[in-house]
C-alpha cells in the first residue's frame, strides 16, 4: 500500500490522558501535515513538516500539541493533558515538493475525550 | 486569513442527473483549487484540481469551472451515481502554502 496511513484509527481516551498518533505518510513526499476536523467542518490546518523540519504551526496548536518527524518519514502528534474539545479527526496529509501542489490524505484518527 | 464557503451545505439528485456544487472564496491571491471528495470516516480524497491561470478543467465525469471575477468554483459531476453520496470540499492555496477548506457539501444521490 502507497498511501498515507494513519495509526490509530479510533482512539478513546479520559479527560487529562495524553495520546499520541502515528502517520506514515508516502515515502517519496518530503512534505507532511497535520489537519483536525470536527464534525460538519472542514479540516483546519494545524501544522506541516518539510523532511524533519516543522515550517509551520496554526494558532490551533496549543502548548499541549506537539508534532515531530524526527528523521524526515513518519510524524507523531501528541496531545498533553486531553480536554474534551480535542475531540475531533485527526488528518495528516503527504505532499512532494515540485510534485504539484495537492496532497494525499490518511484516513485519520479519530479522537474522543470522555 | 484566506476564507473558503460553500453556497449550499445539502444537495440532493437523482441517480443519473448532473450535480453542480458550488464554492465561493476570499482570497484573490490564491493560485491552485482543489476538489476533495470524502466519504463518512474517511480522509478526503482527491477528485479534481485547476490552476489560477485556467477556467475550466475536465476529468472522468467531473468538471470544474474557475470564475476568477466573481471568486466562484464549481464542480459539475456528470451523471450522477449513488457511490458519489459524499461531503464535497473545495479548497485553496496560495503558492506552496497550506490548503485551506471550506464547511463542505453533502451530496446524496437518490436511487
Known amino acids: 500500500d502507497t498511501g498515507v496511513s494513519q495509526d490509530p484509527r479510533h482512539k478513546i481516551t479520559k479527560r487529562g490522558q495524553n495520546v499520541t498518533f502515528r502517520c506514515d505518510p508516502i515515502?517519496?513526499?518530503?512534505?507532511l501535515y497535520w489537519y483536525r476536523q470536527t464534525l460538519g467542518q472542514g479540516p483546519e490546518f494545524l501544522t506541516y513538516?518539510?523532511?524533519?523540519?516543522?515550517?509551520?504551526k496554526s494558532r490551533l496548536l496549543s502548548d499541549r500539541f506537539s508534532a515531530e518527524r524526527p528523521k524526515g518519514s513518519f510524524s507523531t502528534l501528541e496531545i498533553q493533558r486531553t480536554e474534551q474539545g480535542d475531540s475531533a479527526m485527526y488528518l495528516c496529509?503527504?505532499?512532494?515538493?515540485?510534485?504539484?501542489?495537492?496532497?494525499?490524505f490518511g484516513s485519520g484518527t479519530r479522537l474522543t475525550v470522555v | 486569513g484566506e476564507s473558503v464557503g460553500l453556497h449550499l451545505p445539502t444537495l440532493s439528485v437523482q441517480e443519473g442527473d448532473n450535480s453542480i456544487i458550488n464554492c465561493a472564496y476570499s482570497n484573490s491571491a490564491s493560485d491552485y483549487f482543489i476538489w476533495y471528495k470524502q466519504e463518512s470516516g474517511k480522509g478526503p480524497q482527491f477528485i479534481i484540481d485547476?490552476?489560477?491561470?485556467?477556467d475550466k478543467r475536465q476529468g472522468q465525469r467531473v468538471t470544474v469551472l474557475l470564475n476568477k471575477t466573481v471568486k466562484h468554483l464549481s464542480l459539475q459531476i456528470a451523471a450522477t451515481q449513488p457511490g458519489d453520496s459524499a461531503v464535497y470540499f473545495c479548497?485553496?492555496?496560495?503558492?506552496?502554502?497550506?490548503?485551506?477548506f471550506g464547511t463542505g457539501t453533502r451530496l446524496t444521490v437518490i436511487p
Open positions: 513538516f518539510q523532511n524533519e523540519a516543522q515550517l509551520e
Open positions: 515515502s517519496e513526499h518530503n512534505r
Open positions: 485547476i490552476r489560477s491561470n485556467m
Open positions: 479548497a485553496e492555496q496560495t503558492g506552496a502554502n497550506n490548503l485551506f
Open positions: 496529509a503527504s505532499g512532494r515538493i515540485g510534485g504539484g501542489y495537492g496532497y494525499t
